[in-house]
């Protein structure tokens, strides 16, 4: 009886010690961690103002990494399809920051138009009338196209603020597609 209690003794203090010393492990990752933060908020204001024109000039990396085929599997998804139709109001609207381009092609609007009218997207309607709009030559629409999706999105960055000249879609076309 008495080696029985020392045994069930030992375990508790061995299960105790590895509780402890994982605790501690813890308590040191979040301390370095913490650590980290801390660093950071001490940071000149200056060094902070660089990190995020840094990040501007990432997005418009980005923007070239994330030129892309339309690829019809992937726009029957009402996502993908209004991803898609976003990338392309890219080329006609001036918005601070943008992710993502497709060219706007004749083939392209009558893919997508094609795509919307063959589908039950719940925006089938809207994306109708804008992709009919483009098809037609007008592309006044192009800011209101951008906005609408990207406050589906939630977007927060990045809105349209007017359509692009002719020289600076032209720039746009010289730089991203050709």
Same mark, same amino acid.
Request: hydrophobic share 40%; net charge negative.
């Given at each position: ?8 003794? *030992?375990?508790?203090? +061995?299960?105790?010690?590895?509780? #402890? ?5 813890? =308590? ?12 950071? &908020? ?6 902070? @103002?660089? !990190? ?6 990432? *997005? ?14 992937? $726009?029957?998804?009402?996502?993908? =399809? ?18 993502? +381009?497709? !060219?706007?092609?004749?083939?392209? $609007?009558?893919?997508?138009?094609? @795509? ?10 809207? %994306?109708?009338?804008?992709?009919? +709009? ?5 592309? *006044? ?7 609408? $999706?990207?406050?589906?999105?939630? #977007?927060?960055?990045?809105? +349209?603020?007017?359509? %692009?000249?002719? &020289?600076?879609?032209?720039? %746009?076309?010289?730089? %991203? =597609?050709?």
């Amino acid at each position: 009886m008495k080696s029985k209690l020392i045994g069930i003794i *030992s375990w508790v203090v +061995a299960l105790g010690l590895a509780v #402890g010393v994982l605790g501690f492990a813890i =308590f040191i990752v979040f301390a370095l961690l913490s650590e980290d933060d801390v660093a950071k &908020e001490d940071e000149p204001q200056e060094e902070k @103002t660089t !990190e995020v024109d840094a990040a501007s000039e990432v *997005s418009e990396e980005d923007i070239e990494e994330e030129v892309q085929e339309v690829d019809t599997d992937n $726009i029957q998804s009402e996502i993908n =399809f209004r991803d898609t139709l976003h990338h392309m109001t890219h080329q006609k609207v001036h918005a601070e920051d943008k992710w993502g +381009a497709v !060219e706007i092609t004749d083939e392209r $609007i009558e893919l997508m138009l094609e @795509t919307v009218k063959n589908s039950d997207f719940t925006h089938r309607d809207y %994306y109708i009338e804008a992709l009919t +709009a483009w098809q037609n030559g007008d592309f *006044s629409n192009a800011v209101e196209v951008h906005n609408y $999706i990207w406050e589906l999105k939630d #977007g927060n960055v990045g809105r +349209a603020l007017r359509l %692009y000249s002719e &020289e600076e879609e032209q720039q %746009y076309i010289e730089k %991203y =597609f050709r």
